[in-house]
Nanobody, 120 residues
């Protein structure tokens, strides 16, 4: 069983920055691909970013490319999402997710989410 706990959300003005963290339990965290997703009110959950088990590869939704950066520290069992130049449309609950198979395709474990609100 993998448990994921997000933190770092909050209220920020447009143009500001936030850094989300996701702490994972489990001795095999280093084998997991990790992803960040978000869900805005009245909308479906959408992909934001993902990072490979090694941290060597990452990919992003077009809407956040150039503004968000995903990273991980396998020694600390943590994954991060640095969000810069935030926009009101980034307002959502942000979730981290783990793919134990490492492929970044099937995310079996999810955190409870952290709220990000960007004011205009």
């Amino acid at each position: 069983q993998v448990q994921l706990v997000e933190s770092g959300g909050g209220l920020v003005q447009a143009g500001g920055s936030l850094r989300l963290s996701c702490a994972a339990s489990g001795r095999t965290f280093r084998n997991y691909a990790m992803g960040w997703f978000r869900q805005a009110p009245g909308k479906e959950r959408e992909f934001v970013a993902a990072i490979s088990w090694s941290g060597d590869n990452s990919n992003y939704a077009d809407s956040v490319k150039g503004r968000f950066t995903v990273s991980r520290d396998n020694a600390k069992n943590k994954v991060y999402l640095q969000m810069n130049n935030l926009k009101p449309e980034d307002t959502a609950v942000y979730y981290c997710a783990a793919d134990p198979l490492g492929a970044g395709v099937e995310y079996d474990y999810w955190g409870q989410g952290t709220q990000v609100t960007v004011s205009s």
